[in-house]
């Protein structure tokens, strides 16, 4: 079974501020995700790699398949982020997901 | 498309009540996966579907617990009887067949059992 673990678990940062969220599995995998859960509940797939880089807006994710490690970054943080971010593997003869703990980010303004 | 639906969003229910949990996934989508979401520990998958038949159903915690899927776009998830420890956020996701790994996620039910 794959062990996922995310760190930091929580982080409380100033606007602005340059945000970085690492996660580390034990397992090889198909793909990694980050998901993003705002309080109240529901939760946003941010985004699905497999390797090297991906960018969406301030927001860009990064894997090192050899390492079994990726981080999530946030670039010019604002509050709005603030959110639990999840780190998530799949694949490896699973299709179902293994979840981070997640972590726990408040941006203040 | 609307995106996963899942119903009720939030359900109350005393202690020893059969709960009932529904989930429609996104048309076209061929694996549905069930998830709860606790405190304690965080998210995990309880039984997943690829095209209606279950695949893997050892996240299930107990017989208590069970899930069926009739068809391709309607899925049930049911606690007989329900204990309070199953109180938790219980969320449906569905993805595409193949090599399309990305999952998306329906709004939750949120179930307290008194």
């Known amino acids: 079974k794959n062990e996922v673990e995310q760190s930091p678990q929580n982080l409380t940062a100033q606007e602005g501020e340059f945000i970085t969220i690492n996660c580390s599995y034990s397992?090889?995998?198909?793909?990694l995700h980050w998901l993003q859960q705002h309080p109240g509940g529901g939760i946003v797939s941010l985004f699905m790699?497999?390797?090297g880089k991906k960018k969406h807006g301030r927001l860009i994710a990064t894997i090192n398949i050899q390492e079994k490690h990726s981080s999530l970054h946030i670039t010019a943080s604002h509050p709005r982020d603030s959110a639990v971010y999840i780190c998530a593997v799949g694949g490896g003869g699973a299709d179902g997901l293994t979840f981070g703990k997640g972590t726990h980010l408040i941006i203040q303004p | 498309d609307a995106g996963v639906i899942q119903s009720p969003r939030h359900e109350v229910t005393e202690m020893g009540q059969e709960v009932t949990l529904r989930c429609k996934p996104i048309?076209?989508?061929?694996?549905l996966f069930w998830y709860r979401q606790t405190m304690m520990r965080g998210l995990e998958l309880l039984i997943y579907f690829n095209n209606n038949v279950p695949i893997d159903d050892s996240g299930m915690p107990e017989d208590r617990f069970s899930a069926k899927m009739p068809n391709a776009s309607f899925s049930t998830l049911k606690i007989q009887p329900s204990e309070p420890r199953d109180s938790a956020v219980y969320f449906c996701?569905?993805?595409?067949?193949?090599?399309?790994?990305?999952?998306?996620f329906g709004p939750g039910t949120r179930l307290t059992v008194t």
């Open positions: 048309s076209g989508h061929d694996y």
């Open positions: 397992v090889g995998i198909s793909a």
């Open positions: 790699l497999s390797s």
């Open positions: 996701a569905s993805r595409p067949g193949g090599a399309s790994y990305e999952q998306y």
